[in-house]
């Protein structure tokens, strides 16, 4: 219960800090006979690693993945899959300067007060090292859910106050092809062009600067997600929010649908043949997830991120006395997350479709 | 795992159809030697119950709950507390002729498509009247956490497009008398004025409309949350989230943070003596909560309610055989549910609270 | 967490003391569809009431159990079962003498010690009339798996020193007529009298005896079980090891086991036609549980109970301030528990194989 | 849910199999700052590592624990402690000729009934070198532990029929020493050899043997344990069941109480002053358990252990095809698993005793 696990039946439990030997995490009930393809979550990882553009952090890790069990001959076997990624880049130097300072809006404050101790060395555990793990295990539950027909795809829809359009196109593929094609990956070509440019001041300025992420799930079947308390959008919302940096969650028609008419909101059913399978409505302000459960539409949502906290200015702060101390601007940090953050809320998106995917299974014999 | 439980160490399962015999809850992990204050579960009941006020459903409930279990002589005994509110109004014609109707922007077709079987009978479970056994729970919660000098408040921030300024005061007791004085529960008069006036006009158009509630923790120490999945505010959304009506939740400075420079959305700490459990920061973008742990500032967040499906029209939709049907307004129904759903967000914030709480009380020896 | 809850999918959660209003239980994750027998769960629940015959206690009770959520029409519809038994028979004044006084070998001491307050009437919450609500859930998880095909047995195997004879017959429902036959609960008849006259003899003293009980189940498919902690001899120890009074639990060979060589333990398997759902060893010292996992051989065990700690006597004791302190036999309790609590053996095996049914179902898609 | 974790709050989740890279366990919940001692965890490995005397496997492993996260300069973090396990010994081709055939009492058959799918390497997951990880976190568990003042011990009480009198000794620092002086690992150096001889005769013999492992906690005070399903013993249980070869559990009198009357098996509390955390009873049929929580006297339970099914003679058996088979004794095994368990009987009821110590801490304010 100490808050490192995640799912019930497609469970994941992460370890390791950003200086540590190494991270890592742990897939318990990951379905049994699964072609468990390497390459595919390195790629996954690729999309996370720093040092990728311009407009990243210029750290350097190569997030090479090691398989420590539970895959023979290429296949899941039922048994936990242990992945490991060691840290190279361990310059650990870097973060002397803080081990009595308290960085304003980092999480260093609080381990001291909850724990009494703390990894300092480039923020331990509250890193967002942490979630490249994520993205290997989220790797695997998209591997699985491409078997169900399922598929996530999500990008950057704003970054500061720059917005990208609605996007019209329902191909996944094409969509993925554009997204990979810029490096701040947002799926509309002209809009990551200002984005791209908008960071690239920014980092000059030595800030940083929030953005938005927009995802959907297609090919997702009615009947995923469990009511009242694990409904999927509840699901989907904590594990957005368990991301680094996240500071809101929607789904949706989200927080403009408040403020809306029922008459306007309701989303009507089209009829069709007498298939459960498939139910289509005209709107779907609904997210494709009605009283918490799947209804074969798309889901959609959007997560807000804040802007990073170091930036590369000098700051006022205290340190563990207490005392009023000075930050120097220092270390290499992104300017801004959400291009390596896309494949993240992805892999969160994928873990949770998987568990509940598992979970409706129980439902009806 | 079938999702009608909350919580991990005070951990609440409730049950119940909106038209079966009765609604209830067990909660598992209430501390003992808590003084259990019937007369306080009951008050806070009634401000969720139905009936209340022009501008909510007239369907009558008196809400009354009864104590089975867990309390002996006034006090918890750490065994668990069954609380149960008998349905009294079980008009089930109401709902007759939804048998075989998908109403739209409700849950009947994916219960359907789910489990194959579903209790039409006002919602079954899927209604919002569920929320009366989280509110009996989350006051129990309430008890515990006023124990621990933790208080919480909520009121609407907004009724469509009708915003209510920030709160200025600090004065949660002042703030409640306010609230509570009009019949929206807003804590600001003049826009509650606003709020009524315009609920009224959308009722009497047999329409709905949705709104905002925001939410304030005062006293909470620094230390509660858990790193990584289940922080803080990753709890508190999930707890918001699986709420009927939610589509968004945000805390801190929310989505509009996004859209702010990592100079502007710093928050920075004040020099103080060096006592850890005091923490201050000169503004509160973070909410109170840094890397899913809470630091000691109030924590704050907002969540979005989509308006209520059920409208006084007639609306094109489709029956079980996906034939095109048509619904006919009837019913009594909330024409906004944000009045009655401060209590629930309050309730679920509790109870979050008094988890983390207790979870925390294991982090270190 | 505070352990009343058991069951991860097929997951149930009891509340009530001993003396209070009532006593029940939620089941959390029954399947949808399920036709639920009422008169079953209430003959279930015949066979565990207390004043039976002139063997058990002969407090009154009729535990006549109450449906209040979660079945439509007689159905499951996937929702939270709720049963509800009310006390009837809450003749606390033969408790009224206990207030202060810790009864030898009862929880008195250790509730106190561990929450600080008690609920002293009948035990309350470590009363064995708790088991009631864990014998109405059974009954359904019964149902549930009658409908796999699967069925359980239990019986008295020992009272004190008296031991039945392995039972010969594999036709489960001629041992249920013949164990039904007479209140023991035996279902060897000569056994069975020759138990009866002993516990006869023992309640004529004053006295208690404890007893064993074995369990068969028959029709389980290979793969149930998880490896490593939540093998399914595991689950069935800890579901029996939580039954009051129980300390001992053994499978297969078990205790005796210990004894013997791999060359006269090892069960040989049979050659058989190629189909995996087929397994048959030429002996069954595994019980059926091979690495944690039905192999689709019967599955048996055996539980050890300790005699009742309520006796006729006088017995010395201390009270809540340590002091020396006599307690003098009164109230009504049985002198041997095991003719009522091979209902409550049979309900938790069921509780754990459908719980363990359900999680086979997410092994592999 | 697949059954790979243990523990609620002090959670291990372990993972790798007999001949993959390597194999380990993640511990989530280990209370900050406790000192991690290397050393002590190292020497309980080596106390279960193969080729350690001539009664064990001749394989060789030396099993070298490295960490990989939780702990900074020593000291425990509160975040999760990784600790790895590199296989060396990979002899696989040991293996190789069970590739398509099903080992008599192994688990062979029902992973490829559950999973379709079997990592035939030495048994794969469902080998005993995964408890390896669990004598590591058991470690750990143990030192947490006796910064509390709990300690546990455990030996060898019988082989075959061979059993060892009754501990006499409350001093376990002693019968540590004795016990280790012997490679059997049982506290009566008489038996001891007697032990020692009949091993060997038996695996002279190319055969195996059972035997028993009793246990005694001391140290630990009243209130562990959680009423109703998380009984202590029923933890306890549970835990050791979940060891490989194990068939039987029980605690205080055991299955032999269950002979007893009530008059003879009540212990009887002695006056003391009035101190809660003292209770004496001149008896100790309970095994320290009352209801299922700690009482504050010795913890004593005891396991039984089949023979090791693998033997060095040829046996009749089936291959994945059903046929007719056999299987000729090969490869380095244990003619006795006991000698080897101690320790993981002794870690696992660490690992229970932590967990249930922090849930504990929650059961009131």
Request: charged share 20%.
């Amino acid at each position: 219960m100490a808050g490192n696990s995640f799912g019930q039946l497609f469970r994941i439990t992460t370890f390791g800090e950003s200086h540590g030997v190494a991270i890592g995490v742990i897939i318990d009930g990951c379905p049994a006979q699964l072609d468990i393809d390497m390459d595919f979550i390195q790629s996954e990882l690729d999309k996370r690693k720093p040092g990728q553009s311009k407009i990243t952090t210029q750290r350097k890790e190569s997030d090479t993945v090691q398989i420590l069990s539970g895959v023979f001959e290429g296949k899941s076997t039922g048994t936990p899959i242990a992945l490991l990624i060691p840290n190279e880049d361990q310059r650990s130097k870097d973060y002397g300067h803080n081990v009595d300072v308290y960085r304003p809006s980092h999480a260093d404050y609080v381990y001291d007060a909850k724990y009494g101790i703390r990894d300092h060395r480039g923020g331990g555990r509250s890193s967002a090292r942490e979630t490249a793990a994520r993205v290997a295990a989220g790797a695997i539950a998209k591997l699985f859910l491409k078997q169900q027909g399922i598929e996530i795809f999500a990008h950057v829809t704003s970054v500061g106050t720059i917005e990208a359009p609605n996007l019209e196109s329902n191909d996944l593929s094409a969509l993925l092809q554009i997204r990979e094609e810029n490096i701040v990956r947002c799926a509309d070509p002209a809009t990551a062009h200002e984005m791209i440019e908008f960071i690239d001041s920014v980092r000059k300025d030595g800030d940083t600067v929030g953005g938005k992420i927009g995802c959907v799930v297609k090919g997702c079947p009615a009947g995923l997600g469990e009511p009242v308390f694990d409904k999927l959008h509840a699901d989907l919302g904590k594990a957005m929010l368990s991301i680094n940096a996240v500071h809101g969650f929607e789904y949706g028609s989200g927080f403009a649908g408040s403020e809306l008419r029922g008459s306007q909101h309701n989303d009507i059913p089209q009829p069709k043949a007498a298939d459960l399978k498939v139910f289509k409505t005209t709107t779907n302000y609904a997210g494709g997830i009605l009283g918490g459960i799947s209804n074969g539409m798309d889901i959609t949502f959007k997560v807000a991120f804040k802007p990073v906290a170091t930036i590369m200015h000098n700051q006022q702060t205290i340190n563990a006395a207490g005392e009023a101390s000075e930050i120097k601007g220092k270390g290499r940090h992104d300017p801004c997350v959400v291009p390596r953050a896309v494949v993240i809320v992805e892999a969160m998106a994928a873990l949770v479709l998987a568990d509940q995917f598992l979970r409706n299974k129980a439902s009806i014999i």
